[in-house]
């Protein structure tokens, strides 16, 4: 069988932590493992340009009966004649002429056949635990950039909330844990060119934790809906995360998982420290979001 023409259509934006896929291609990977491609999938994979939420824990079983874990899950993209695999991958997502594909890698000597169908069934409490910290982590990014705001001496980009977005200015990773989030931002001097004054942030970031978390703790008691509004079921297909807070709706690009309402939550704080590298300072927030009991 030959690569796949169009993206994996994926049913985990929709909720979805099982389902059924048709295989249409594997290839062993350098490891001795099998990477599986399937028409449609449940399970969430990283990302290969901004991999913030990591890879579902999921099995995978055969036509046959045999059940085994999926070892990895990572988009991959192919013209027609190679795969290629996360930071491999060489064009960006929406390329004419390439297609974009989760990659199931299951542990060697396990091949499902090309054309059968094979059933996925994603951990169900790991899945709710890390979309419960990518949202608890957007939540996290809008309220810093609120109480922030007064910080920019200069007009720059407005996030979704219309504050000026020093999240998306000076971040450097991200990543999704369970119930929450760890964010590292750079206070360098291409943040100052942009316009922004750190130094009431140097000097107390414990005023500006408060009121990040003042303003969580007014969202959460709110117990706004989350949803994720999508153009379509494909892996590449435009999706947003969308939540109705108090002081009016947002809407962020985001291809990852979520909790359905804020009403999961009873808390969500963060938790920001400073340090020094390269000269230059950085920040980091954790976010941890505590399950409503
Ligand atoms: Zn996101």
Same mark, same amino acid.
């Given at each position: 069988m030959s690569l796949p023409t169009v993206d994996t259509t994926v049913t985990y934006p929709a909720g979805a932590v099982a389902g059924t896929g048709t295989v249409l291609y594997t290839q062993t990977l350098p490891d001795g493992r099998p990477a599986v491609l399937t028409d449609s999938t449940p399970v969430h994979p990283v990302d290969a340009g901004w991999p913030d939420q990591g890879a579902d824990r999921a099995t995978l079983t055969t036509a046959d009966g045999t059940e085994v874990p999926v070892e990895d899950c990572v988009v991959g993209a192919t013209d027609g004649s190679s795969l290629f695999l996360g930071r491999d991958i060489p064009v960006r997502k929406g390329t004419e002429g390439w297609v974009f594909t989760v990659v199931h890698v299951l542990p060697a000597g396990t091949v499902p056949a090309e054309g059968s +169908?094979?059933?996925?069934?994603v951990d169900?409490?790991?899945?709710?635990a890390l979309s419960a910290g990518h949202t608890a982590c957007h939540l996290a990014s809008l309220a810093l950039n609120k109480a922030l705001a007064e910080?920019?001496?200069k007009d720059v980009q407005a996030d979704a909330a219309g504050n000026p977005n020093f999240d998306a200015l000076a971040i +450097?990773?991200?990543t999704i844990s369970e119930f929450g989030s760890r964010d590292l931002y750079r206070l360098g001097k291409s943040l100052r060119r942009k316009g922004f004054l750190p130094d009431a942030l140097l000097a107390s970031p414990e005023v500006v934790e408060e009121a990040v978390n003042r303003t969580l703790a007014g969202w959460v008691a709110s117990g706004a809906a989350v949803r994720i509004e999508r153009d379509s079921e494909l892996l590449t297909g435009m999706r947003r995360w969308v939540c109705d807070l108090?002081?009016?709706t947002v809407s962020i690009p985001c291809g990852g998982t979520h909790s359905d309402s804020l009403a999961r939550f009873s808390g969500i704080q963060v938790r920001l420290s400073l340090k020094t590298a390269d000269g230059a300072a950085e920040m980091v927030m954790e976010t941890s979001g505590a399950p409503a009991g």
């Open positions: +169908e094979v059933r996925f069934q169900n409490g790991y899945r709710a910080a920019w001496k +450097e990773t991200s108090p002081d009016g």
